[in-house]
């Protein structure tokens, strides 16, 4: 069965530092990837999506980025942290087929940046 | 372009009362419409799908092309539905993206 990794849980940045927020797939190959951020009064939104390795597309201007080195890894990063950046992230995978399009999401991370 | 448009951020209703989370579309193709769901301290997970025309948790959800609407309905809230609700949009092509929308919190008051 597949399953989806994200770490870490919770964590506390100060301004400026850098970041990077891992998830992984297991049980599936070519997944579609996303990282979506969660935040209160504003719903889900979509940062990026993947459809293979190394293509990462960006769906609004930030202060983050997103790499997919491996099939299976998908990796949040910023430079800089700013306070704005604090919200609960989402990472999530889709078959790659038309036939079965439902999104399957870790548990995510809580990122406070102070 | 896909979008999806959920109006309300909020919806309280009382237990038994009926229940209607509003979703409008917007989208030139084919679309797949979900429901997702998130409980509190739960992953959010898939509720329904357009495709499936089932009920889940005494929840459907009937894809109105004409309105290009996908509305979840409940005759009779219980509190164990106290949630966020996402609707979600899949376009076809050479890969699948799905977009959500930007929630309700539905709140059922005991």
């Known amino acids: 069965s597949q399953t989806i990794h994200q770490w870490p849980a919770t964590l506390v940045q100060p301004v400026g530092s850098p970041l990077s927020l891992e998830c992984t797939v297991e049980?599936?190959?070519?997944?579609?990837l996303y990282w979506y951020r969660q935040a209160a009064g504003r719903g889900l939104q979509l940062l990026f999506y993947s459809v293979g390795i190394g293509q990462i597309s960006s769906e609004v201007p930030q202060n983050l980025s997103a790499s997919r080195p491996q099939d299976r890894q998908f990796i949040l990063s910023s430079k800089k942290l700013l306070l704005s950046d604090s919200g609960f992230y989402l990472c999530a995978w889709s078959p790659p087929d038309r036939g079965n399009t439902e999104a399957f999401f870790g548990q995510g991370t809580r990122l406070t940046v102070v | 372009a896909q979008r999806v448009t959920q109006p309300e951020k909020l919806l309280s209703v009382f237990k038994g009362a009926p229940v209607e989370l509003k979703c409008n579309y917007s989208y030139s193709g084919s679309p797949e419409l979900f429901w997702y769901v998130q409980y509190s301290r739960q992953r959010l997970q898939l509720l329904l799908r357009h495709i499936s025309r089932e009920s889940i948790k005494g929840f459907t959800a009937d894809l109105n092309k004409g309105e290009t609407s996908f509305h979840l309905k409940k005759p009779f809230a219980q509190e164990e539905d106290s949630a966020m609700y996402y609707c979600a949009l899949s376009g076809g092509g050479g890969y699948q993206k799905v977009t959500f929308g930007i929630g309700t919190k539905l709140q059922v008051i005991p």
């Open positions: 049980g599936t190959s070519n997944p579609n």
